[in-house]
């Protein structure tokens, strides 16, 4: 099953706080797991990625987790800023391919 | 910043109108890729398109949908007769060629109206 489930839709944080977003996959051939930000009007950027060799990869404030016995990786922003109010995808490709399986989205708002 | 240009931001057609949304990828970039949002739902795969044929499509890019490198800039994805369905945001997406995964870079897209 080439499905990707994200949580919560939704996400409030104030300003200092940790976002946590996660993800959940069932297709094991998925071998990259890259999260998007997206502004309003604009198309979704590339944030951070991980390969399932790692179990964390963190750049900055933004920090994946991977677990691949629990089909799960999440997305955790530390010390959220106004400016990281976004909304932000996970995704997953399958080996051999270069196509992108996206999550449904959440949408972080980070209160002053 | 290079970045990829997609135009017209806002279509509008009516039902069985054919529609090319337009996409300029960055200049160096080898793989394209075609994605489309119908609202409130996911981002989903279209089509990929390297060394000018397709290399993967979806169960949605049916015989309505084409794509064309027209010329050594632009990206093209044709609906040959729109349906009211076919209503989302459309985004294109280039990458260079890597051995492993490439990093993709998404346009701000095309908001696709079918009245």
């Known amino acids: 099953q080439q499905q990707v489930k994200q949580s919560p839709q939704s996400l409030i944080v104030q300003k200092g706080g940790i976002s946590i977003i996660n993800c959940a996959y069932e297709n094991t051939a998925f071998d990259y797991f890259p999260w998007y930000q997206q502004f309003p009007g604009k198309g979704p950027a590339l944030l951070i990625a991980?390969?399932?060799?790692?179990s964390e990869k963190k750049e900055g404030r933004f920090t994946i987790s991977f677990n691949k016995s629990a089909k799960q990786f999440s997305l955790h922003i530390m010390d959220s800023q106004p400016g990281d109010s976004a909304t932000y995808f996970c995704?997953?490709?399958?080996?051999?391919?270069?196509?992108?399986?996206f999550g449904k989205g959440t949408k972080l708002t980070v209160n002053p | 910043e290079p970045e990829v240009t997609q135009t017209p931001s806002h279509q509008v057609t009516q039902m069985g109108q054919e529609v090319i949304l337009r996409c300029v990828p960055i200049?160096?970039?080898?793989?394209f890729y075609w994605y489309r949002q119908i609202l409130g739902q996911k981002v989903e795969f279209l089509v990929s398109f390297y060394n000018n044929e397709i290399s993967e499509k979806s169960e949605i890019f049916d015989d309505q949908f084409s794509v064309e490198r027209p010329d050594g800039s632009n990206f093209t994805l044709k609906i040959r007769s729109t349906k009211l369905e076919d209503s989302a945001m459309y985004f294109c997406?280039?990458?260079?060629?890597?051995?492993?995964?490439?990093?993709?870079?998404f346009g701000a897209g095309t908001r696709l109206s079918v009245l």
């Open positions: 200049s160096n970039h080898l793989y």
């Open positions: 995704a997953a490709s399958p080996r051999g391919s270069e196509k992108l399986v």
């Open positions: 991980i390969r399932p060799d790692v």
């Open positions: 997406a280039s990458s260079e060629v890597y051995l492993a995964k490439n990093i993709q870079y």
